[in-house]
């Protein structure tokens, strides 16, 4: 594993951590540096506050997956001392060739042992049981009956009479949707119960608020309908499979990798990450960490997804920006259409050569129309994300009045705007101006199809833009 | 194919869902719009079938209006995307180019932080804005980062907004095209610092963009537009039209930066100036240029000859404009006049002495001059003025006079055994050693070392932290101050430091001292323990000794009784823990030991003591860590 300063930020559990483990081999604290004749090991010694330094070593046995190892009692993982120990590899500190420790080659050998033990796992045929499953669904049906009831119920009064009504019976639906497996529709209630708070609190927010809970309410309707139709048909079949993969997802279904694997939704991939961001879902109570990511064989563009919740922000790891070429030998690929959400286990990194870099902007849409094309199919679907990741030529970029516009080498035009939704953390459009370098010729713009109900226009929300040389972030 | 009718549909639609679908009956806007319809409804199957669930929709019972209005609301915002607009019509220019900085592959978890710090609000951001700017440099070079970084000049936290100042200062060139982009000649305190960061990186060339914005600027924008002006010698002629225009305080900065211009016409325009407004003197204190260092010496002389000539009392007005064109004095003004000037008023010493002020009180006007001096001394350093100060010394040599300001001149241009030699006797080491004016000449001495100071950064000593001195300072004048016989307090006011007040001295000293010589060492650590026992302090004399890398052990115990009230064993931790960081184990037990012998803690803190002491001896002979305070505490 070729280690780069980017590669140990990921590793970190947090930033304060990479920098603690920086200052660390920045000191000098360690000692007694070694490594295994193969490189696949190194291990020293790192000076703490206790009287006996703390025996700290890296693995990588495992290519793109280095196992850290730390004598110190700190709870995070990996620790500032692992970190630092990479900081001292990078620095090209020398190590010397030495036996591995029996400790650590005992380790090593369990490690292995139990790898080998899961892989065996996921190849055993998963049981299913059907009692618990035919269970499970009635009760789906139960909750999708109360959510359709409460639907209605507001749909009589009106959307607008939501200022008058009381959140915390939305709250406790949405809690009793939970206890029946819905925690799509769950997540949909709370976002009613948050617009009558916000109502509520800003009257002047009215009007938004009111637009806000009918898009809901529109999903929510398609999620019940659809759903009740399935559902009923795998009661009275007996069929329980999860052939409407989307509706499986939007009703707060949870791919297992196994299950993906069992679907064959496995292949090696060369990928290349094209933008990251991170947004906070108010309903779920959870930060969402996107990474868009490039094949470069295939040329589609699908999306990792970090899910953190802010109850337990510390204990899941952060996901970051990724830069240069990654290799996976296993990609699991979440079922779905348009961007799909994609998956791995182990990757192995390296920066990208000028030809590949250079090959990039070939991958983007044929022209704008195609694009668009793609991006209304995508849209006019209730049940899936109102935008669509896409990469697109840049014939020219400039502006018609003060809209901002893409035109590609065939003369289409599309506007570039700011998804209002994503926040003022997400605005990209005006960076276009302040790029401190003109655009060369044979780029492609990435970005987000969406469509703009203020003025009827599909527009693009710009991300990134893929040069020939580079990938300047207008995010992250 | 017209659309207008969908559109009103679909607006129709979410208007009953707003409204509920109880009303919808008496709904006929929405009947009207579902007419509209029709003919889209004939031309194509689609716009039929949202025409037929509109006629559903109303005719539907009560109970099932709602599934049907969402079906249809579906159905109609499907179609209405799929006839989204693309593109914009009309002459495509070019997107104006505002850039600069580069474009860096930096992470977002390395990135956002530090944009959430420079774009958000509350507390901590300038902290986090400071360590990235130490740490990593490179991240304010980033295209994302720039132009955060100057928006932040208008950040409502002052210490913000000017560290954001500083940062652009150091940044550079790169940063004007994003200052000149989006000015707002009338705006607020965010443009006044774009301008003021704007002239500091570019000095003189700013001079273009900065007549552009002349005419446009109001207020404190235009002040600062002016007073950056100055900093060009060519806009002489600008600023003499405008000292004609402006008012106020707008003036006033015309005037400042007219005292950084030279020329005949600018000698003119003071010369005039001055004659009609004496206060706007004020204005040339920062100028060293020959015009403004002229006309101060000449307005001073005329000045002072004026009382010299009168009755022998200076008149309240008369001692106020004389005090006024003094302090004008200072800021580099070392013209021939000027000096002359200076030798002047030591030949006129005595007379000047006799003055008496409006309350015929003695005028003292000579300490004053002295004091003037000595600062335009300190600021100029080595040139023609230093010289000077040599010759008064040499000419007064024996008395107090000129004694600091040569002394401190001999520092910055002779060789330091010579300076030793030469200005030692005025610190005795025994009585009596000197003879004439013998606590003055020895005060004197001391106020000329007092401005002198170990600057750790430049590892050379300097003059009031400015000017290095011409070579290291003699050893010699370490070991006579601390064998001195008079320890006349340095500072005018003794500090109150930590529970103790005692004399400036041994700070003043402590200054002189680097603390990395070994010979300095060797000669302070004995003195500041025996010090610290005569006047207590024995926190900041503690801190003193581990800076030297030595221990207050024999003194600590004493040093502790000298203090009135017995002390705070958060204060005993502080100390013993920075004690640990430079001392073995060893030696901070027995300084422990010190303590416990002292008994000199406050009543309320004697049981954790108790058990504090014992617990960290325990812990530092089995070789960890001297314990945190958390330690200490989580004993009671």
Partial sequence: ?476 | MNLQPLYDVKARLEQAAVAGTGLLEEDFRLRKAAEGLAPLAQASPVFGKIAAGLEKLLAAPEETRGVLLLDVLSLTDAVVYTQGRCGLPGELKPLPHHGAGLCQEISYNQLQPLVAALTGSGGGRVETVRSAWEEHPEFFQDYRILPAVVLGLGDSYAEMADQNAEILKKIGAPVLPLLEHNFEPAGKKEMVRRVEVFSQIAGAEATPWLLKILSESRKDVRIAVITALGEDRNNWKLLLDLAKTERGKAREAVLKSLARQTGDAVRAFWTAELAKTPSSVRSLTGSSTEPASDLVAAGLRERLERVLNGKGIVNEKDAQEIQTWLASAQGGKETPAMLDFWRWTAQQRVPLGKLLDHNAKPWDINSTLSDRLLDTLCYTGPGPLCELCRELWENSRGKPDYLTHGLLASLLTRPAGEVYEEFSPYIPTKTPLIEGDKPKLNRAALQGLYRVFWKKETGDWRVYNAHPTAQPLDIRWIVRLTQAVWKKNLQANPGQVDDVVFGGYDVSLMNLVNPDDPEMRDVMAPYLRQRMAQVGGWRTYSRWLFQLGASPRGALKDSMLQVRKPTYLYYVWLVLSEGAKVLPAEEIIALIEEVQEANFLRREDRTLAQQAFPYTIAQLRAGNAFPEWSDWWALR
């Fill in chain 1, 1 to 476: 594993m070729e280690l780069t300063e980017q590669a140990i930020l990921l590793q970190a559990p947090n930033p304060a951590a990479a920098e603690n483990g920086r200052k660390l081999s920045r000191k000098g604290s360690f000692s007694g540096h070694a490594r295994s004749e193969d490189g696949t090991l190194y291990w020293a010694a790192c000076a703490g506050s206790g009287k006996t330094p703390y025996r700290t070593s890296l693995d990588f046995s495992a290519p793109g997956d280095p196992v850290c190892r730390c004598s110190c009692p700190s709870r995070q993982f990996p620790c500032k001392h692992a970190l630092g120990l990479m900081f001292e590899i990078l620095a090209k500190k020398s190590f010397q060739v030495e036996e591995i420790p029996a400790d650590i080659a005992e380790k090593r050998a369990k490690k292995a042992a139990q790898v080998e033990k899961k892989q065996a796992r996921a190849t055993t045929p998963k049981k299913v049981n059907t009692a618990a499953l035919k269970k499970k669904i009635a009760r789906q049906l139960e909750g999708l009956d109360m959510a359709r009831k409460m639907a209605d119920d507001l749909l009589r009064s009106g959307v607008g009479s939501l200022a008058g009504s009381s959140a915390q019976s939305f709250d406790k639906l949405a809690k009793d949707l939970g206890s029946c497996y819905l925690t799509g529709p769950q997540a949909d209630f709370t976002r009613m119960a948050l617009a009558v708070r916000e109502m509520q609190q800003n009257p002047s927010q009215a009007d938004l608020c009111c637009a806000q809970a009918l898009r809901t309410l529109i999903h929510l309707h398609a999620v019940i309908k659809k759903s009740q139709t399935l559902l009923q048909e795998q009661l009275d079949t007996g069929n329980y499979t999860n052939n409407d993969t989307i509706l499986f997802e939007a009703l707060g279904g949870v791919w297992k990798l196994e299950d993906l694997r069992a679907l064959g939704a496995v292949r090696p991939a060369r990928l290349v990450q094209l933008s990251f961001d991170v947004s906070f879902d108010e309903a779920k109570k959870e930060f969402i960490e996107r990474g868009w990511w490039l094949d470069m064989d295939s040329g589609r563009i699908d999306e990792t997804r970090n899910l953190r919740p802010a109850k337990a922000l510390k204990y899941v790891k952060g996901d970051d920006s990724r830069f240069g070429l990654f290799q996976v030998p296993e990609l699991f690929t979440y079922p779905g259409e348009g961007n799909c959400r994609i998956r791995w286990e182990t990757a192995e990194t390296r920066p990208l050569t000028p030809e590949e870099q250079a090959a990039l902007p070939a991958l983007a849409q044929p022209n704008l129309a195609a694009a668009v094309k793609a991006g209304k199919n995508q849209l006019k679907n209730t049940l899936m994300p109102s935008f669509l990741a896409t990469l697109v030529p840049i014939g020219q970029l400039g502006r018609v009045g003060e809209t901002f516009l893409l035109e590609d080498p065939a003369g289409s035009r599309i506007v570039l705007r700011d998804r209002v939704e994503d926040g003022e953390n997400h605005a990209s459009v005006l960076r276009l101006t302040l790029l401190p370098e003109p655009v060369p010729a044979g780029s492609a713009l990435f970005g987000l199809l969406f469509y703009d109900e203020t003025d009827q226009f599909i527009c693009l929300h710009p991300y990134s833009i893929v040069t020939p040389e580079r990938i300047i972030r207008l995010l992250f």
